[in-house]
């Protein structure tokens, strides 16, 4: 019988435990299930406007970089394109330098054996 007796008393305790944790959370809770229904509602709409917003700087901010990136790719290219037609003018002299410096002495070297060939 004491096995009961416990097995109800400790029933008992743990009913009236739960009324009482009950009535002291309605009676502390800072606002009702409608206030905090809507009070999630509103910090959903919240978050939800701030992610857009923070989504649109990004967005913002990465068509800024691409442009910039363009832009500077653009003088990059311009750059080299000098560069190399500045190399290409550079080698053309040097080539034309080079035949003339051949050609006179293609001359040089007719006109020395020009002489000594006897008269035909």
């Keep these: 019988m004491s096995n009961d007796s416990r097995g ?13 944790g009950a009535a002291v959370a309605l009676l502390l809770a800072p606002q009702s299930g409608e206030e905090t229904r809507d009070q999630i509602r509103e910090r959903s709409i919240e978050l939800r406007h701030r992610a857009t917003e923070t989504t649109d700087r990004a967005r913002h901010r990465a068509e800024e970089l691409a442009s910039e990136a363009q832009e500077r790719s653009r003088f990059v290219l311009e750059e080299n394109r000098t560069r190399l037609q500045q190399a290409i003018d550079e080698g053309k002299q040097a080539a034309a330098k080079k035949r003339d410096e051949l050609m006179a002495r293609l001359e040089e070297e007719k006109a020395r054996r020009s002489p000594s060939e006897p008269a035909a």
Excluded: P
């Design 8 to 20: 109800w008393e400790f029933l008992t305790g743990f009913l009236l435990g739960t009324v009482v």
